[in-house]
């Protein structure tokens, strides 16, 4: 029973079972569970914990506060901050036993000195972080006598299965291991591979896989289905319900117009949950029994269904999305990927934890 206006249910065993699907996935390579932004809007702490209990060893994040938050809640798996660091994120990773994924000399020695342990990353083709001075960041950290404990990179197309540019990357990715197994480094984890990658490119799994969007059961290459279970489901409760004539203008704007006499039901919530205003006329909900598509404007706090002559009353439940429809559907209707759709709920929709 739903007893507040609405709700972010999460289901923890799903995200054990998902661990186990991606475990399975990585033959013998070790589960980095991704659990940035809040665990994709899911909440860190919770998720990181079944992550855990369904066989994950690590733990990804991209902000060193993040990682400070995961300690402070008194998780003590190895973590690792999977963006380039900011000027003085050493000394907090230090501190808090956090790794640091270093691309850039600055990045390295300030590490260094403060005596963190780093995942070297080299780009191999996504331009964003990593660097693409690899051997003098490798020489860099043999000098400074690094503690490295890995040597990464991360792929633009995982997604794209089969792209050319994915066999280039894992071919650069070797290159890279070579020049710092030839500089004396030996770093015991290696690791390229996100979700798509770990479903669907094995030569890509190497010591350790780095999944995020599947740990939380939306499938990362759409159209496909790899069992996956997902773990949120975005519910509301009808606030009210009102019968209107035909020809009544709905919402802000009038942008959705009743085609006869009809019964409105108003669904509260709105952009100010992380429901995208662009979702007007366009992205389904499931009330009364069945989906059916916003009527009208999304507005700060609430938006408006159409359910013609149904019954449906106050206090029935709206599901926005879960097992029906999908975080996945309400991308393919805006033109998104789910992580946005999931990753955007607000913190003021209370998180719910089952399973
Ligand atoms: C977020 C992230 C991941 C997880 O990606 P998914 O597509 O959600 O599986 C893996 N590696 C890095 C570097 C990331 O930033």
């Known amino acids: 029973m739903l007893t507040t206006r609405a709700e972010a249910v999460v289901d923890l065993a799903a995200v054990r079972h998902n661990v186990g699907v991606l475990r399975a996935a990585a033959g013998g390579a070790e589960v980095l569970a991704a659990v940035k932004a809040d665990g994709y809007g899911h909440g860190a702490v919770p998720v990181a914990r079944a992550a855990l209990e369904g066989g994950a060893t690590w733990l990804g994040v991209v902000l060193v506060e993040e990682g400070v938050a995961l300690r402070t809640a008194g998780i003590d798996a190895p973590v690792l901050v999977m963006m380039e660091p900011p000027p003085g994120a050493g000394e907090v990773a230090a501190a808090y036993d956090i790794n640091l994924g270093v691309g850039s000399f600055a990045s390295l020695h ?3 000195d403060a005596g963190a342990r780093v995942h070297l990353k080299v780009d191999t083709g996504l331009s964003r972080g990593g660097s693409v ?31 050319a540019s994915n066999a280039t990357q894992v071919q650069r990715f070797e290159a890279a291991l070579t020049v710092a197994a030839e500089a004396g480094l030996a770093p015991r984890l290696r690791h390229l591979a ?7 490119m094995p030569e890509a799994r190497y010591d350790l896989v780095r999944p995020g969007i599947a740990v939380y059961g939306l499938t990362p290459v759409p159209g496909m289905d790899y069992g996956l279970r997902p773990a949120m489901t975005l519910r509301a409760r009808v606030a009210m319900t009102k019968r209107v004539p035909a020809g009544t203008g709905v919402s ?4 959705y117009t009743t085609g006869a006499e009809t019964t409105l039901a108003l669904v509260p919530l709105g952009y100010g949950d992380g429901i995208p205003r662009a979702a007007a006329n366009t992205a389904e909900v499931w009330i009364g029994g069945r989906r059916r598509t916003i009527s009208g404007t999304v507005c700060m706090d609430q ?13 029935d439940e709206a ?9 996945q559907d309400w991308a393919d209707a ?13 913190p003021r929709v209370p998180r719910r934890y089952v399973g």
């Open 334 to 346: 805006l033109g998104t990927i789910s992580y946005e759709i999931v990753t955007r709920i607000a």
């Open 194 to 200: 996100n979700s798509a990658a770990t479903l669907t």
């Open 133 to 163: 001075e690899w051997p003098d960041l490798v020489a860099a950290a043999v000098k400074a006598d690094a503690d490295v404990v890995g040597v990464w990179s991360h792929l633009a197309c995982a997604d794209d299965v089969g792209a």
């Open 110 to 112: 300030d590490a260094v």
């Open 303 to 315: 938006f408006v269904v159409d359910v013609g002559d149904d019954e449906v009353v106050a206090g």
């Open 252 to 255: 802000y704007g009038h942008r």
């Open 319 to 327: 599901v926005v999305f879960g097992a029906e429809p999908t975080a």
